[in-house]
C-alpha cells in the first residue's frame, strides 16, 4: 500500500469491519473504528499503537457521531477513507414486525450512514479530498421473501449514495457503493441477525426461506479477507467505481433483477407514456 491514510469504519468488532481493521493496521495505515462496545473491539482487534484509535459510538445518534468524528480528527488530524459497514439483517413479514424492530433496523442501517456522512463531509470538504464507501447489501438490489425491510433499508442506502456521489464530485470527493453477496462472517448468526418475535402462522413459508440465511451461515461462498482486500484497493483507486457488487451471487442477482426490471418497463412502456398530455 503506497501512502498512508486515515480510515473511519463503522460496526467493526466483528465481520467485514474487523477483517478490514486488521488488514488495514497490518498494513500501516491509520484506523478509528466504532463498534457499540469499545472493550470489545479493544480486545477483538487486538493491537496496541498509535494508528488505531477505538471509539464506542450509538450509530442512530447524530451527537455520538459528532463526537466520534471530532475525536478522530483530533487524533489524526485527516479522514481519508470512510467506509459505513455497520448493519444487521433483519427478518420477518411487514404484518409481523413492530414499530419499534422496524425503526431499530432503519436506526443503524440507514439513519448510521446518513450521520456519518453529514458530520465527515465538512471535514473532507475543507481537504478537498476523500472517498466515502458505503455497504448496501444485494437484498437492496434484489430483495428476497421475508426481508422487505431490511431490503428496504439497504435500498435507501443505495438511493442516498447514488445522489451523494453527484452532490460531492465537485468537491473532490468519492463514492462508492458496495452491494455484497452472501459473506462468511457473523451476519446470519443469532447475536447479530434480528428477526421479528411476533410469529403468523399464515406467513409459514416465508419463515422457512428467513430461515435458509441463517442455514447458510458457514458456509457462504464469500471471502471477508479477499473482500476487505478490495475494499483496501478501492481506497488506493484514482477513479474508484460508483457501484460494486461483491461475489458472483450478488453478480448474478443483480443482473438477473436489472434485465427483468428492464423488460418489465418495456412492457408496459404504451400504458407509462399514455398519462403526458
Ligand atoms: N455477510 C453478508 O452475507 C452480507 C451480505 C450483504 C450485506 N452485508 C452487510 O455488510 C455489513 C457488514 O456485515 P457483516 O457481514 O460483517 O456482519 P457481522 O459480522 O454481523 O458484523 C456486523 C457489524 O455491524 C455492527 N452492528 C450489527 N448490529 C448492530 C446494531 N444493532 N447497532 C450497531 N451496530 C451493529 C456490528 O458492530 P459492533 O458489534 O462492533 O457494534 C458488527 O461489527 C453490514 O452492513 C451488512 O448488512 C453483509
New binding site residues.
Partial sequence: MAKQKVWFI?????????TLVRQLLAAGQQVAA????KA??IATVDFTGNNFLPLEV???NDDSVATAIKETYQRFGRIDVVVN?????IGGTMEELTDKEVR?SFD??VF?TVNVIRHVLPVMRTQGSGHIIN?????GIAPTAGWSI?GAA?HAVIGLTEVLADDVRSLGIKVTLI???????????PD?L?LSEKKIDAYAEIHSSIERVSAMSGT?A?D?EKAARLMIELGEMPEPPLYLLLGSDAFARAIKKSDLLSSGYKQWEALSRSTDY
Avoid: W
Fill in positions: 463503522t460496526g467493526a468488532s466483528k465481520g467485514l469491519g474487523l466504532t463498534s457499540r462496545s470489545n473491539l450509538r450509530l442512530g459497514n455497520a448493519g444487521y439483517g431499530d443503524v442501517n448510521g455497504i448496501s447489501s444485494i437484498a431490511y439497504k452491494a455484497p453477496g452472501a459473506f462468511r462472517t457473523n451476519f446470519g448468526n447479530s434480528v457462504q464469500g471477508p
